[in-house]
């Protein structure tokens, strides 16, 4: 694709408001915007309408089925294909497409995860339309994104409660714009930016480690002689094997309506980044599930495989995925921009105020959030934020909050100029907020850097539980501004309170020092859930049931059984894992490393049926080798013997517990054996590929 096409080619397989525009009656899109923006109910005879306008389009693009788009708690998307045939009576097909197709469908409910919401033998479930994301094409198939609920009405997916969230944020943030006087805005989206980061190896290489088919991501492999000490990968030369697949990435997603804008290498061998412009969090989580498959639909086309697991190398940098939150009107204002005066901007501090008041409150569903067996490698290195929840405000913004606090007079400090250093350069005014690359949410000017997230995980969750938990603060201070007899003072004493219960929310410094979360721990009292089992139970205590019960975003029900699938899904990607490493283990290494002190035990036998004196060194090694072998053949006997208590154990909760701290670790001994075995054995014996080869020759 050459330049000058990209902009005629953007959105080429999008049903979208240009095209809608162009393909319905004045009457159909007016209603269907209605829709879109304030969730007017759209008649029947209109759903026809724009059902056959869709379709339509699909087919003059190659489209011979639709399909309804969702996106289950499986983690990944789910498709259903129905072609556009209909018999018409006299052997042959028409193409028909209905309003009712468009609206509803019905896969089985029971085949995906529900948390013990349905049965095997109760497995009607439905899909329904959400008209506020696009319609696309995909493998030559027009995808309808949609809801999916049970028969009960129950969700599950992971798009309705975020559909839920967003109506909640909606409401209470119009509410606070009323109260000071804006009148204009009919209704306030959150948007969202997610910066993707990936590994690409080579494909050759990807199928020779059943690991990585199977998990995801490298269970053995030994530290490579180089990593990413240098720091010479992070930002530099792309490889052209590399900027091949991105260019057509970029062609893909483009096509896709997906407005990706930044690429680059990040900090360990072989890591990239993708980073899209914002859009409304609704159509930003879809488009990141579409990357994420595009993403290795791509990579396989250049002989790739592309790994969005959190941590597929140990020793070098995992990958995340940065979620930048923002909240504007439908006017093109941004809640969260400070403007040219922090200090005089009321309306921005109210609904600052609002995030820190959330964040506190609810620092056990932020964690629960991004809560996952893959991400509990990142949380805590030096790599991601650590997993206790704090909040980067810079200083400017922390002594403006103080200084109300205190009821002190604040002098601004945007006269301050930052240097660059080289004198033929612009000075440029400070910011008004660095970054902190260690803090689990930094605000970064005019939104919020959630950094947390695992690379492979949807944006869904960690955006309903900012949506809902800010939501929930605005309804507060609503319901106690709109009472006020006097809105300003009341306003400023508001904030003053609420910085001072929720500042122990803040920290400006080192995420990563050890101090750091000592004091967090012991003097702030903030949580530290350093892993998903601990975290997991948080989610419904009565505090948090009454949260999403209020704002509708889930029954207790609902709760419940997310909170089952989550802890069931971490013990089935252990168990998985555990019995891939028994796998490789018995069949793989064991086998290869016997092989190779039979060869050196043949040699030293002929060296010294001549020289008994002779290969010493050959004689040290096989010892060695012996020793370790006899380890790794008893870890492997202790892992089955634990795997086997896993199973005994009773409920979910309890099972993710025990293999947390059972199970892990014997795998982590297991895999310290076979490391050091590998460190040891001639390269032609080891029977897959090393961290070097992986990493460097792509």
């Known amino acids: ?73 499986t983690g990944v998307t789910a498709e259903k294909h129905d072609s556009f045939i209909e018999p018409d009576g006299a052997d042959s097909v028409i193409m028909e497409f209905s ?44 995808c309808i994104p949609t809801v999916f609920y049970s028969y009960g009405g129950e969700a599950l997916d992971q798009k309705t409660p975020l559909l839920r969230s967003m109506e909640a944020i909606n409401r209470q943030a119009l ?63 792309i490889r052209p094997r590399v900027i091949a697949f991105m260019k057509e990435l970029d062609e893909e997603l483009w096509k896709h309506g997906i407005y990706a804008k930044t690429r680059h290498n990040e900090a360990a061998p ?44 140990a020793g070098v940098n995992g990958s995340g995925k940065h979620n930048n939150w923002s909240l504007s009107t439908n006017t093109g204002v941004n809640l969260l921009d400070p403007g040219n005066s922090p200090m005089e901007n ?48 810079g200083t400017e913004l922390t002594e403006i909050l103080e200084s109300i606090e205190n009821d002190t007079e604040y002098e601004s400090k945007e006269a301050i100029q930052m240097k660059v250093g080289v004198h033929v350069l612009p000075r440029f005014p400070k910011d008004n907020s660095d970054r902190n690359r260690t803090s689990p949410l930094a605000f970064t000017g005019n939104k919020f850097e959630f950094r947390m997230l695992g690379s492979a995980a949807s944006i869904s969750s960690p955006n309903v539980m900012l949506n809902t938990g800010v939501a929930d603060a605005l309804m507060q201070f609503a319901d106690e501004l709109e009472a006020a007899t006097d809105f300003h003072a009341t306003l400023h004493d508001l904030v003053k309170r609420e910085f001072h219960l929720h500042k122990r929310i803040i920290f400006n410094g ?78 793989q290494i064991f086998p290869a490393v016997t092989a190779y002190i039979k060869s050196l035990s043949e040699t030293v036998q002929a060296a010294r049926a001549i020289d008994k004196t002779l290969c010493p060194a050959e004689a040290d090694l096989v010892g060695r080798l012996s020793a370790l072998s006899a380890e790794l053949y008893a870890r492997i006997g202790e892992l089955k013997v634990v795997l086997e208590k896993a199973n005994d154990q009773a409920g979910a909760e309890a099972k993710s517990k025990f293999i947390r701290t059972d199970v ?18 001639a390269k ?15």
């Open 664 to 681: 892990v670790p014997v795998m982590r001994a297991l895999r310290a054996a076979a490391d050091e075995l590998e460190t040891l054995t």
């Open 346 to 393: 009321a309306q921005f501090l109210l609904f600052l105020t609002a995030v820190i008041k959330a964040v506190d409150e609810h620092q056990d569903l932020l964690r629960i959030s991004v809560a996952g067996a893959g991400n509990d490698h990142r949380l805590g290195a030096a790599e991601a934020p650590p997993a206790v929840v704090s909040i980067f405000l």
């Open 99 to 142: 309003g009712k197709a468009l609206v509803k469908g019905e896969p089985d409910a029971s085949s995906f995860p529900s948390g013990g919401l349905r049965a095997t033998f109760e497995a009607r479930g439905y899909t329904a339309w959400d008209p506020t994301s696009y319609a696309f094409i995909k493998n030559e198939t027009l």
């Open 175 to 237: 509410r606070v714009l009323r109260l000071f006087g804006d009148e204009e805005t009919r209704f306030v989206h959150t948007n969202v930016g997610p910066e993707q980061e990936y590994f690409l190896i080579d494909k050759q290489l990807y199928n020779s480690r059943e690991d990585l088919i199977l998990t995801g991501r490298t269970l053995f492999g030994a530290k490579p002689p180089r990593g990413q000490e240098m720091d010479d990968h992070y930002f530099g030369s």
């Open 684 to 698: 032609s014996y080891w029977p897959y590929p090393t961290y070097s080869d992986m990493l460097f020759y792509v």
């Open 270 to 313: 072989a890591q990239h980044e993708m980073a899209p412009v914002y859009t409304t969090t609704n159509l930003a989580t879809d488009g990141n599930q579409l990357t994420m498959e595009l993403m290795k639909k791509v990579a396989e086309k250049h002989d790739l495989a592309c790994l969005l697991h959190e941590k597929p190398f």
């Open 510 to 587: 080192n995420g990563y020092d050890d101090a750091w979360i000592a004091e967090a721990t012991k003097q702030r009292g903030l949580l530290n859930l350093v892993s998903t089992p601990e975290a997991l139970p948080y989610f419904t205590h009565p505090k948090n049931l009454e949260l999403f019960a209020k704002h509708k975003v889930f029954t207790s029900a609902e709760m419940f059984s997310r909170c089952e699938i989550m802890q069931e899904n971490y013990c089935k990607v252990l168990i998985i894992e555990a019995r891939t490493m028994l796998d490789m283990a018995q069949k």
């Open 1 to 73: 694709m050459s330049a000058n096409h990209v902009p005629e080619t953007f959105g080429c397989l999008v049903f979208n408001d240009k095209v809608m525009r162009e393909r319905l009656p004045e009457d159909a899109y007016s209603a269907l915007k209605n829709t879109i923006q304030i969730g007017k109910k759209l008649a029947p005879d209109l759903a026809d309408i724009i059902a056959g306008a869709m379709k339509d389009w699909a087919v003059e693009n190659g489209c011979t089925h639709y399909s309804h788009w969702f996106q289950p708690m």
